[in-house]
């Protein structure tokens, strides 16, 4: 089921937030931690690479896409999206003197032949407070993490993506996107964080 706009239901709405906003708040645990290193593409103006870590507290369950996917074919976009945007899975954290922390809506890890692809979900919008969004048609952006056996890879941040909502399979998964995406040439899994560590 693709995520798409529709046309406002604004009562069913706060039925909705109403009902499901409480099932999806889950209490934290140890942090999945990724260090990466992403090009930019703003040289010379800006570095051409900085750091970022990638904190997940929680992982989306498939009972979470489910009530998503309820939300959304019962009241609309505006409702799923109000309700997307109060999901709490972590943080993106780009460790520049500029950079922005980036609040996870969506975190998912599926396992590879070779590893696992970590996909983190996000509401679209600037991640460097210097700069514009990039005008799009989409709402969404995503993160998409390729590792190894021993939590090393590659990744991509697209910032202007469509997403589609699988509830069988129990995923949420990057369907189409428009901009160039940034390239994390370099990630890196570390040790897992727990509350007050």
């Known amino acids: 089921m693709k995520v798409r706009r529709m046309k406002h239901r604004g ?29 930019t593409g703003k040289a010379p103006v800006q ?14 369950t498939p009972e979470e896409i489910r009530q998503l996917q309820d939300v959304m074919n019962q009241a609309g976009i505006d409702a799923f999206l109000a309700v997307f945007k109060q999901m709490n899975k972590g943080t993106v954290r780009f460790m520049a003197g500029r950079g922005w922390n980036l609040p996870v809506h969506a975190a998912l890890t599926v396992p590879t032949e070779k590893g696992k692809k970590v996909l983190l979900f996000f509401n679209r919008q600037t991640w460097d407070p210097g700069s514009q969004i990039i005008r799009g048609r989409n709402f969404f952006m995503v993160m998409e993490l390729t590792l ?5 890879g590659e990744g991509r941040f697209y910032e202007d993506a469509e997403i589609k909502l699988d509830s069988e399979l129990g995923r949420i998964e990057m369907e ?9 040439p370099q990630v890196q899994e570390v040790v897992k964080k727990t509350p007050g560590s």
């Open 47 to 60: 570095p051409a690479m900085v750091n970022v870590q990638i904190e997940v507290e929680s992982w989306t």
């Open 11 to 39: 009562k069913r709405m706060v039925l909705f937030l109403s009902a499901f906003l409480p099932t999806l708040i889950t209490p934290l645990g140890a942090t999945d931690v990724f260090k990466a290193r992403m090009l």
């Open 148 to 152: 190894n056996a021993k939590g090393k």
């Open 176 to 184: 189409t996107y428009e901009s160039v995406p940034k390239i994390f």
